[in-house]
């Protein structure tokens, strides 16, 4: 087993014990019934988009990570940038103001591709 392997694997539940909230602080929160939150924990039911968004929102997490918590194949969505990666993309092409940086990450990776 790899070091992968021994984390414990992050669930919907775990997403929430780890803010310190009940399911019924959340469900009111999210202005949902305690019942869909404990549906969502379970597996039994899915969030529409909308309410994963919001529910992201609350836990504090990516889609991304909300939708693996959840045990959905994730395989293949591109995963979210970081930080960090944007600066050294933006040092690469030489681009020094954050006016200068076009709308969104994926032209800068597209403009750092066609550079090199």
Known sequence: MDAEEHQEIETLKTLRLDLDITQEELSRRLDLSFRTVGDWETGKK???????????????????????????????VPGDYSLIELKAIAEELGIERVKDLP???????????RQN
Not at 47 to 64: I, Q
Not at 103 to 113: I, V
């Open 46 to 76: 899915l969030p529409r988009f909308d309410n994963a968004t919001a529910l992201s929102r609350e836990l504090g997490v990516s889609l991304k990570v909300l939708a693996k918590a959840m045990r959905i194949n994730v395989a293949g």
């Open 103 to 113: 709308a969104d990450y994926q032209t800068l990776r597209r403009m750092r591709d």
